[in-house]
């Protein structure tokens, strides 16, 4: 779901009562890190969305997959007519590009955590594009310069 060379899961949860009672849920989990990408609310109560849940691949071509999710006892084709939602979960707003480490800020602890993903085989930034600080399509030590650059000298926000 996010592009992170990671396959990731989705689970259902069909008696949620997030958006009312039995509306149901599905939850999206990094396959890298267990965290969870987004979440898939049912419309109204008693839907049991997330009772079936199953990957698509990439229907609409735009590089990530999508998922359908089904709610059998939705209502809005006729009392407990059923539904099948496809889903795109690009969970990138939840992601600040140059946060390499996934902690919420820009520190040097992003660059550590980049040198340590370049150098010594350490877990890649989940998803990757977070690393790629100078917008070039690629992680490398260009990303770390214009981290360093950024933090110490005023360089330009990492923002593509």
């Known amino acids: 779901m996010n ?11 069909r ?4 958006a009312g ?4 849920r599905a939850y999206i989990y990094s396959g890298r890190t267990g965290s969870v990408l987004c979440t898939l609310d049912g419309e109204a109560e008693g839907d049991w969305l997330g009772y079936s849940v199953s990957g698509a691949g990439d229907i609409n071509n735009d590089g990530y997959d999508e998922l359908i999710v089904g709610a059998p006892l939705n209502d809005a084709g006729g009392a407990d007519a059923g539904r099948a939602y496809v889903f795109s979960c690009q969970a990138e707003d939840s992601f600040v590009r ?6 919420g800020i820009i520190n040097v602890g992003d660059i550590v955590y980049l040198v340590s993903y370049l ?29 360093v650059s950024y933090l110490y000298k005023g360089g330009p926000e990492p923002v593509c």
Do not use: H, Q, T
């Open 98 to 103: 140059g946060d390499a480490n996934g902690d």
């Open 3 to 13: 592009d992170d060379g990671y396959d990731d899961l989705i689970a259902g949860a």
């Open 21 to 24: 009672l039995n509306a149901g």
């Open 119 to 147: 150098y010594k085989s350490g877990p890649a930034p989940d998803p990757v594009w977070v690393g790629d600080c100078n917008c070039d399509e690629i992680v490398n030590v260009g990303d770390i310069v214009f981290l």
């Open 15 to 18: 008696g949620s009562d997030n």
